[in-house]
């Protein structure tokens, strides 16, 4: 390995002397850009934030939507400075937070945009950068010019490259940062994993201010000289599509992803998908086996599951390619870092007995920024602490089996149950609030919260769930809040998250009711259909039912389509039961049909106007 290999600029100025006109990053609607562009990028990028007065060693926000744009600008700042990609999803009070938290010397948004970002980072006097498209799929920096960078240049491998946000044990995410030393090693590991090389063409479908998209779909493919064709945003129903007009060799994605895929097209009535895949990959949650099974019967390529995190710049194992063997329900063999189980004294244990997964090697991160105590907690002998359970079998295969950290993974998605807490707690009817995880059958893991209400206390869920709605983004809200009278505490008199969705199982029921209304009936009905169960009543919570932020898409696209309204997505997280969703649709119809005849009366004269109102 040469120094080459561990820069992300050295590694595209390689691409494009040695791939130079093929396909580097691809999306619809605009020009692929080779291996050759995308270097020219890099360096125009290079020029422009320099003249900005950013360079090496500065950290810069970037919250663009998800797309081709949004992989280039990572490539190309974290090329130069320090890359930390925001979840666009995020409020403007998390955003006032994470840029806080970075000391971000500046914030990367499409030219135009005025969300949270931008208006938190004016609050802060945190300079914004617009990103401005060119026509043939290449941007420009525009900004105020600064006195000039401090470190100008292209970044080195000991160079910070990326930094991203976990979800702690407290509700204070941990800041992460990843050399480009310890990106290029990840990439390098899932490459010879999935034994990438310059023909393989990979169908994004991973949001790109998360690891498992940044490293395993855009930076692994250009590192084997590959290309990553970028959605701007997963739907189940635009895969096959995909899968016609890229002909990717490989794609890589959540369970809750494969398994909306697979239900999509085994809803279709296919058996057996012909497609130019190689191989499936998934990652960042337990994949249940059939979903496994299912996957490589209907599309007959080899599925991967491989174990990664945020700390390692992703890849920790993975099940290799046939014809050794992928094991389901496992997580496969240590995938370039060394792995190994310790025993709370952090030392290592034998094959086949339980304890805490911990990595150490070249794509582990050198530490947590500004958090003694984080590291001291997690780093023993060189070795990191995953918080992840499991043990090795006689095979040497890693099977996860359970978690020590608090976090929560809602479908991939990681979050802290504390931050939870805290929004509920900040409800003045609230006394006390705990969040923990259940059982989904597609999310693997969803949230709920109990609270213990003031005496006297009047407020509903729904209003609960506004609040926490106003708070935190859709996917870390729960999908329940059921108050109690008491919450149960262990031995020790402290709340123990685990085991409560077991114990307060029983305040989660619903008694079951009819619909009372043709729009109620409308709405379960729409439920039972996507969801695929029988009809739940009118009081049933889509979430609780197995529904999930994909699925929800599909109950409002297509409620909309058959009600000729246009509804947003956040709609069912505010209305998740039919009750409370027919009562908002009916709202939004009454509203409409005032508008239309608002408008038809603008169009007509004033007899016939005065005609109609008689
Ligand atoms: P993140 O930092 O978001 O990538 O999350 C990392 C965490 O996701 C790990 O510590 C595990 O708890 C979980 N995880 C990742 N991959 C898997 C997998 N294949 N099976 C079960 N859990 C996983």
């Not at 058996?271 to 979903?291: Q, T, Y």
């Not at 929560?408 to 509920?424: C, M, Q, S, T």
């Not at 119809?589 to 038809?600: M, P, V």
Request: hydrophobic fraction near 45%.
């Amino acid at each position: 390995m040469t120094e080459s290999d561990c820069s992300i600029p050295a590694l595209l100025a390689k691409n494009a002397a040695r791939y130079s006109s093929r396909q580097a990053i691809a999306s619809e609607g605009v020009e692929p850009l080779s291996h050759e562009r995308l270097w020219e990028q890099v360096q125009r990028t290079m020029e422009q934030m320099n003249c900005l007065g950013i360079g090496r060693g500065d950290r810069v926000a970037i919250v663009l939507p998800q797309g081709p744009e949004l992989a280039v600008a990572f490539l190309a700042v974290a090329s130069v400075a320090i890359a930390a990609p925001l979840n666009p999803a995020y409020l403007e009070k998390e955003f006032a937070f994470y840029l806080g938290d970075l000391r971000a010397k500046s914030l990367i948004v499409m030219v135009g945009d005025e969300t949270p970002a931008r208006l938190a980072a004016t609050a802060l006097g945190v300079p914004v950068i617009e990103l401005v498209l060119r026509p043939n799929g290449s941007f420009d920096l525009s900004g105020t010019p600064g006195t000039g960078a401090a470190q100008p240049g292209l970044a080195e491998a000991d160079d910070v490259a990326l930094v991203l946000h976990t979800s702690g044990t407290t509700s204070r995410p941990k800041m992460v940062p990843l050399t480009q030393r310890n990106l290029c090693a990840s990439a390098r590991n899932i490459g010879s994993t999935l034994e990438l090389s310059e023909s393989d063409l990979c169908l994004n479908v991973m949001p790109l201010f998360h690891i498992h998209g940044l490293v395993a779909c855009v930076l692994a493919s250009l590192a084997a000289g590959g290309g990553t064709i970028c959605t701007t945003g997963f739907n189940a129903d635009d895969f096959p599509g995909w899968l016609g007009t890229w002909k990717p060799t490989w794609y890589s994605a959540v369970p809750t992803m494969h398994q909306a895929i697979l239900a999509h097209l085994q809803g279709q009535g296919r058996s057996i998908m012909e497609s130019s895949l190689r191989f499936i990959r998934s990652s960042s949650a337990a994949l249940p086996p059939s979903v496994m099974m299912g996957l490589e019967n209907l599309f007959q390529v080899p599925v991967i599951e491989s174990y990664g995190m945020t700390e390692a710049a992703h890849q920790m194992a993975s099940n290799p390619l046939p014809p050794r063997l992928r094991k389901p329900g496992c997580v496969g063999l240590p995938a370039g870092p060394e792995i190994a189980i310790l025993d709370e004294a952090g030392d290592q244990m034998e094959a086949g007995t339980t304890g805490e997964i911990a990595i150490r090697g070249e794509n582990v991160t050198p530490g947590y920024h500004g958090n003694p105590e984080a590291n001291a907690q997690a780093f023993h002998l060189g070795w990191m602490r995953t918080g992840d359970q499991g043990f090795f079998d006689a095979d040497g295969y890693l099977f996860i089996t359970g978690r020590l950290k608090e976090m929560i993974n809602r479908g991939g998605e990681k979050l802290a149950p504390r931050e939870v807490d805290e929004a509920l707690l900040a409800h003045p009817m609230v006394r006390q609030a705990v969040a923990f995880a259940v059982p989904h059958p597609s999310l693997g893991e969803d949230v709920v919260a109990a609270v213990v209400l003031h005496p006297g206390a009047d407020c509903t869920e729904a209003d609960l769930r506004g609040f926490v709605l106003d708070r935190l983004p859709a996917f870390k809200a729960p999908s329940r809040i059921i108050a109690v009278p008491d919450i149960p505490r262990g031995s020790t008199g402290k709340i123990q998250r685990i085991g409560l969705a077991r114990q307060l199982g029983a305040f989660l029921a619903t008694a079951h009711e009819e619909p009372a209304s043709p729009m109620e009936k409308r709405v379960v009905d729409m439920f039972s259909e996507v969801l695929g169960c029988p009809p739940a009543g009118r009081q049933g919570n889509f979430f609780m039912l197995g529904g999930d932020s994909l699925r929800a898409t599909q109950v409002l696209t297509r409620l909309g389509r058959s009600l000729s309204l246009e509804l947003p997505t956040p709609l069912l997280f505010r209305m998740p039961t039919p009750a409370l969703l027919a009562a908002e649709l009916e709202r939004i119809q009454a509203e409409k049909e005032l508008d239309d005849l608002a408008k038809a009366l603008g169009r007509l004269s004033t007899e016939e106007r005065a005609e109609l109102l008689d």
